[in-house]
């Protein structure tokens, strides 16, 4: 498996965010200060996912994905786009109901000349932990499947929070 890395752009209005490899929770920081940076971006015109490299991407990696499309809902006239080819990868968009918030697309995109390494955000394991619990979260608002599927994994996270007052 291959380490999971951000790249991204902005040009001419369209943002590009290129995933690729393993995406998995310890690159969530890094995709959250993205969807934050999105919502103020001024000229934002279109935004485009490419997964065409990712050959996994986890729960928490999707539930900041489904953040970047909440980022720029209502700013922008088509919602974001979702490049994927990978079969497993695919899958989890379909399953997760992501056509509903993004288009989905098998299509090779044109690609800004020039994709910058985002820098890897640090955050420490509370940090982390608040993001796995934010992103599922969101995944729950996207679709009564998701709402069942993960309701029993927030409970116990939120059942497991340090800052959570004591039970009883």
């Known amino acids: 498996m291959i380490e999971g890395r951000i ?3 902005f040009e001419s209005g369209v943002f590009v965010l290129k995933l690729c490899g393993d995406v998995r929770l310890t690159l969530c920081a890094t995709l959250d200060a ?3 940076r999105l919502a103020d971006l001024p000229g934002l015109r279109a935004v485009m996912v490419d997964l065409r490299e990712a050959t996994n991407v986890d729960s928490t990696a999707l539930g900041f994905l489904a953040k970047v499309a909440m980022a720029v809902q209502g700013r922008l006239d088509d919602p ?3 490049i994927a080819e990978h ?3 695919r899958r989890m968009l ?3 109901g992501f056509a509903r918030y993004f288009t989905l697309l098998e299509a090779p995109l044109t690609e800004p000349a020039e994709l910058d390494e985002l820098p890897h955000v640090e955050a420490d394991e509370s940090d982390i932990q608040q993001r796995i619990l934010e992103a599922h979260r969101i995944l729950m608002h996207m679709s009564e499947h998701n709402r069942h599927e993960f309701q029993p994994f927030v409970e116990l996270l939120e059942s497991q929070r340090v ?6």
């Open 80 to 82: 974001p786009t979702i």
């Open 7 to 9: 790249r991204a752009a």
């Open 87 to 89: 079969p497993d990868v």
């Open 34 to 36: 993205e969807a934050q």
């Open 94 to 96: 379909d399953v997760m």
């Open 163 to 168: 800052d959570a007052p004591p039970h009883g």
